[in-house]
């Protein structure tokens, strides 16, 4: 079961986000409604695919965890290196990661393609990897998976003007000033099951931290 969820983390993901659009006054969203938003979607997510009932951390916690990722999302691996909850390995991956993320400036197409091409190469070089076993290459797998996914679900939102988001990407006055929405994804799915064990909350953490990485501003 938890393979199936690493396989599906990037499809679950664009799901949970689609979900956070359908809230009443959406963009204008409080962090309490986004919680509760996602601890459902995930839930129903999980029953569906026959994993018992989901019980996250509490929202206080939660939201102090995603606030941390929001404010320097390599800090808290950082952290999570210096605390051995990873190994350097796991860390050079995900600082790499960052780098390429980082890296890209603009959701257009032309932007994003080169930036997928890479994320799928990076794939390719982890699998390929004996350095690293099996068991810690799972969460590094799932977040190119969510990276993967999340640079497409913004880049169509961004090409899209009939999705949801389409208004609050362009409402930032440049594309240098939009923020790397697809890095607080994935590496606050990877922080949220490194520190809890729990696939499930990895997704509560990255759905939130990516959410939040746009509405925040105008909550």
């Known amino acids: 079961m938890a393979d199936a969820l690493m396989l599906?983390?990037?499809?679950?993901?664009?799901?949970?986000?689609d979900a956070l659009t359908k809230l009443e006054g959406f963009p204008k969203i409080s962090r309490m409604q986004t919680y509760e938003c996602v601890v459902e979607n995930v839930k129903s997510t999980a029953k569906s695919l026959g994993f018992e009932d989901f019980?996250?951390?509490?929202?206080?916690?939660?939201?102090?965890?995603?606030?941390?990722?929001?404010?320097?999302?390599?800090?808290?691996?950082?952290q999570l290196l210096e605390e051995d909850n990873i190994t350097e390995s796991q860390y050079d991956v995900l600082d790499d990661l960052n780098l390429t993320l980082?890296?890209?400036?603009?959701?257009?197409?032309?932007?994003?393609?080169?930036?997928?091409?890479?994320?799928?190469?990076?794939i390719q070089?982890?699998?390929?990897?004996?350095?690293?076993s099996e068991s810690e290459k799972m969460p590094l797998q799932a977040a190119?998976?969510?990276?993967?996914s999340s640079l497409n679900y913004w880049n169509n939102?961004?090409?899209?003007?009939?999705?949801?988001?389409?208004?609050?990407?362009?409402?930032?006055?440049?594309?240098?000033?939009?923020?790397?929405?697809e890095l607080a994804d994935c590496v606050g799915f990877c922080i949220g099951v490194v520190i809890?064990?729990?696939?499930?909350?990895?997704?509560?953490?990255?759905?939130?931290a990516s959410g939040f990485a746009l509405t925040e501003a105008i909550i």
């Open 102 to 122: 980082s890296n890209r400036r603009s959701l257009e197409e032309k932007i994003v393609a080169s930036t997928r091409i890479l994320l799928s190469e990076k």
């Open 157 to 181: 939102a961004f090409e899209d003007n009939l999705s949801p988001w389409n208004g609050l990407i362009h409402s930032y006055s440049g594309q240098a000033d939009l923020p790397i929405i």
């Open 8 to 17: 599906l983390s990037g499809a679950i993901h664009n799901k949970g986000l």
């Open 196 to 208: 809890t064990g729990n696939i499930l909350f990895g997704f509560l953490t990255g759905i939130m």
């Open 55 to 78: 019980t996250p951390l509490p929202f206080q916690e939660t939201d102090e965890l995603v606030r941390r990722i929001n404010a320097n999302p390599m800090a808290m691996i950082r």
């Open 125 to 132: 070089l982890l699998n390929a990897r004996t350095d690293i």
């Open 144 to 148: 190119l998976n969510v990276a993967v």
